[in-house]
C-alpha cells in the first residue's frame, strides 16, 4: 500500500488520551492486517476476495455478520480467525492455537476494558498493548514496534517521568493557550459530593486508611491486632470463604477495617478496598479483581482455553452441580467474540460488545482446581 | 556534612546516607561462618508504600570484596522478612577499578518463598514500574550483559548487569530495590495472580 499510519501515544492519564492511544494502535493494527491480507490472498483469490468472503458467511450467520464489514476492523478479523476454521485468515498468519489464544485475548481485554472500568487507564491500555506486541513478534508484523512504544510511553506517564519539562506540563495543561483566547471552558464542573459511597470492591481505596488492624493467622482465622480477638462471629456467611475473598489478591501485610466493616490493604503496594466483614453491597456485579485466566465456550463446554479442559470434567461431585449450572448459562449467554471472566469473589462475567453481565457465582470447588485460589 | 540522598524507584523510597561508616562483619564472597573483618559500609533505609522500612548496607570489606546486605528489619509486612536472610548482592571487581553485580530477582517457587533466579530486562523493567536500563544509567550505572561487563565472567555471560564506579552507590541501591524489593511487592513468580479491575 505505501502509505505509512502513524500511531499517536498518549501524553498522560487521562479518559481521552488512553483511548486515543487505544483506537490508534488497534487502527494501525488494523490497517497492517488488512495489508498483508490483500498482498498474501489478492494473487491467489483475486481482488473482490474480502467483500465474496463477507457475502459467504453473512448467507451462513446472517445474525452475527453483516454485510458491512470493513478489512481493517480488528473486531471483525480477530473473530474470524479465531471461530472460522476454513477461514483464509489462517493462511496469513501461522495456523495455530496459540496465535489463537493471543488473538482472543486481545479481543477479551477489549471488552472487559471498555466496558469495566469508569475510568479506564493507562493501565489497561499497557495490557492491550502487550497483547498487540505479542501478536505482532508471531506474525512479525511491524506493529509490534509501536506496541513496544506504548508500553515504554505508559511505563514513563505512570513513574512521572513523561511528560518530563515543565513547560511541555504547561503546554498540555492548556495554560498558556487558554488565557484570554475566548474559548469555552474545557472543564466540565462536578458537584461535590457529601458522603461518598464505596467505590466497587477491588477499587483503590478511597478516604485516609482506618487505625484498626486485622490479621488473618496461620489457622485461616482474622483477628484484631490489637486485642487478639477474633472476628469470626462478627463475619457474614462462611468466615473462610470472606477470608479467602480478603486474601487472594494477596495483600501484604496486616489488613484494616474501617467502622463501616470495609476492609482494605496493600495489593502490589496500592492501598485497596478488598471486602467487607459483613454482607457485600447489593447491586455490585463485578467483585474484587480479575483473575488472570481465559475461558470459552466450545461445543457448548466451557473450557480454560490454555489447558483446554472443560469445567465439568475439573470439578468433584460436590461442586458439579454449580458447575453445570454455570456452564450452560455461560454456553446460552456465549455469542462469537463474547469473553467469559471470573473475579476473586467468583463472579463469572460475560462480556461483549453490547455490555457485560454476571452469569453465576462460583465457588472455589465449582470452578476449575486452583483458579480460585 | 552533606544532605542524605533520597529518591524513589517505583513505590520503594531510598534515603542513602552522605558517608561511608565504619563496619565489622562477614563479607558475603567470604561464605557465612568465615571470620569478621573491617569494612567500609553506606546504609540506606528502604521503605515501601505497603509499609517495609529496613536498613541495607553497600560495603567494601578489607579482602577487596564488596556486597550489599540486609542490616536492620524494622517495620514491614511478613513477606520481606525473607530479605533478612536472602538476596545478599555481591558487587564484582571489574577491570576499571568499577564493580559489576548480576540483576538476578528474588521469585517465588515451589518451595513457597522467594530466591534469586535469572530474570530479562523485561521483567526487571516491570518490577521497576520504568525501563530498567534508563533508571540504572540514570543513577550512573553501565548496563548490558554480565559477560560485556565483566569480560572473565564464565557463568550467567549473557544475563542482565550493571557496572558502577566505586562511588555509585545510589544505583547499587537502586539495583537492591529493583531485584530484591519489588518482586516480593508484586509475588513475583507466584501461581495465578489477579488484575485490578477499577
Redesign the interface.
Known sequence: MGEAFAVEYPERNTYGEVMKGYFSLMRGFGLEFASRCERVLGPSLGAGWFDEYVATRNQQDPKRIQRRQTPSDPSFFLKELIYTEWSPYRQVVPDDVALRVVSKKIVDTRNTWLH??DEPSV?QLR?AAALIRDFGARTSMTVEAPAVRMI?RI??I??G?YPSSPQDQELLAGKSADQDSGEPPVEIPLDPVDQEPR??I???WRGPIPERRIRVTRTRDVVDVDTGASLRSAVAGDPREKVRQWT???P???LWVDADGAVGG?????E?LLGYVGEDPAGET?R?????RFYDVRDGRLVDIDSGSALVDSVSEEGAELARSIESAAAEAMEPGGTIRI??YGDVLYIDEVGMSRIGVATPRSWFP??L? | MDEDVEFNVGLVAITMRAEDVDFRGVSVSAGRGAAEQDGKLREAVVESSDGLRMTIGCTFWADGSADVQPLDFLAGPDAYRRLEVAGRMTLNPAEDEGRVALLRALKYGDRGYPTLASVSWEELSDFAGTDAVELLESHGARTGEYGALKADATRYREHPAFAVAQDGLAAVFAAFAVTRVLPIMKGFGRDGGVEALY
Open positions: 469495566f472500568s493501565v495490557d515504554k511505563d514513563r505512570r513513574t517521568q467505590p466497587p477491588g477499587s483503590l487472594s489478591a494477596r501484604l501485610g496486616d496493600f495489593v502490589e503496594g496500592q485497596r463485578a474484587g479483581f480479575l483473575v488472570r473475579t476473586n486452583g483458579h485460589a
